[in-house]
């Protein structure tokens, strides 16, 4: 077989075995990086929303220190902050790619597409951090409130440095996951698609 | 309501004339039926979804070599699914066989073989076969018309090499 063979052998392949949907309307995308990526994106928020709307329920359990004031402002501003990405999430859902664009094109903007849902999602993981940090502010500069003894000078120095411990080490604990997760979980659509981009650089 | 029937059945009717290069497009680029299947489908969608921004001025086939091409690069296969077996080749054909039958074991080692190539040199193959100039496939890839010809060369080479490592003549 030489290339003119295969030629003709390719002409002459019909393609037989193709079979048509017989409707369209059914016909849903599985599996283009971007649908993977934001199907998975929703999975994760439909769980964050059920697991905010238990939350709310936590100070009904009457928990000795956890400070009902604190806790609902700390809430709503995390409602807020869901209802944000959310929001922005579904934009970028709704919209359509300009597949019709040569390969390159293409590419790069699946490639942009996938890296700004996975920068979204980070800011959204990363936002929850200075809303703990608020919260126990509330709780340190409110801190006679909620105890029954008086609090010493000393006792009280040594709970902000153990709150400020506990949240140096949290922020880090959340990074280390944050980062690990999507590397793990979105990544490799990113890391598929430059390659991609890679086997189309000038040779 | 009825236009968007008119249009579907408009839509339908094209991809019934065009379906056998979609079928081949996802041979080219799947191995098993079940993969093939899923990319067939999922080109249709994306054809579907992207046809009112075919302007009828230009060919339908340039503009659905795009698309399908476009969606078969950077198609997800199924995760932790069972790999099906693929069908063997057949080792030997007697040189009396009818050219049909010829013809469709040069096909079987072409797939073969193809599918090993990068998802870029698949689609250079693609549109070499089409009979697209250099210029009209660096056109449609977004590269050079030099990188085009180097790679197409390369790609082709390599499909060489991967025939005959099959034990087929080429």
Redesign the interface.
């Known amino acids: 077989?030489?290339?003119d063979?295969?030629?003709?052998?390719?002409n002459?392949?019909?393609?037989?075995?193709?079979v048509?949907?017989e409707?369209?309307q059914r016909?849903?995308?599985?599996?283009?990086?971007v649908t993977?990526l934001r199907k998975n994106m929703r999975k994760e928020f439909i769980m964050l929303v059920i697991i905010f709307s238990l939350m709310g329920f936590f100070p009904l359990l009457s928990i000795q220190g956890v400070p009902t004031i604190p806790f609902y402002a700390m809430y709503t501003a995390l409602i807020m902050l869901t209802v944000f990405h959310l929001t922005k999430f579904y934009r970028f859902y709704q919209r359509?790619h300009?597949?019709?664009?040569?390969?390159?094109?293409?590419?790069y903007e699946?490639y942009y597409d996938i890296k700004l849902n996975i920068e979204m999602y980070k800011s959204f993981n990363y936002s929850i951090i200075p809303l703990i940090m608020l919260y126990l502010v509330m709780i340190v500069l409110d801190l006679d409130h909620f105890t029954t003894t008086p609090v010493t000078p000393h006792k009280k120095m040594v709970i902000i440095i153990s709150f400020v411990i506990t949240f140096i080490v949290a922020v880090i604990v959340v990074i280390v996951l944050v980062e690990w997760w999507v590397s793990y979980a979105y990544g490799k659509?990113l890391r598929?698609?430059g390659k991609?981009l890679d086997?189309?650089r000038?040779? | 309501m009825a236009t968007l029937n008119n249009k579907e059945t408009a839509f339908l009717n094209l991809m019934e004339v065009h379906k056998g290069i979609i079928h081949k497009i996802s041979k080219m680029y799947m191995d098993t039926p079940e993969d093939q299947q899923d990319l067939f489908q999922e080109i249709i969608y994306q054809l579907w979804r992207s046809y009112d921004s075919f302007n009828s001025q230009s060919k339908f086939s340039t503009w659905m070599y795009r698309v399908a091409l476009n969606t078969a690069v950077v198609f997800f296969r199924k995760e932790n699914k069972k790999i099906s077996s693929i069908p063997e080749l057949p080792e030997h054909i007697a040189v009396e066989e009818s050219p049909s039958v010829l013809k469709e074991l040069q096909l079987a080692h072409f797939y073969k073989a193809v599918q090993k190539l990068d998802n870029i040199e698949k689609a250079l193959i693609f549109y070499h076969l089409e009979n697209y100039s250099h210029k009209e496939i660096a056109a449609n890839l977004g590269i050079s018309e030099g990188n085009t010809r180097v790679k197409l060369n390369r790609a082709k080479t390599k499909l060489k090499a991967l025939i005959k490592q099959q034990g087929y003549e080429f």
């Open positions: 077989m030489n290339f063979e295969l030629q003709s052998a390719w002459s392949d019909e393609g037989k075995g193709a048509l949907p409707t369209l016909l849903k995308s599985a599996h283009m990086p993977k359509l300009a597949n019709t664009l040569s390969s390159k094109d293409n590419l699946v659509y598929q698609v991609l086997e189309l000038e040779a």
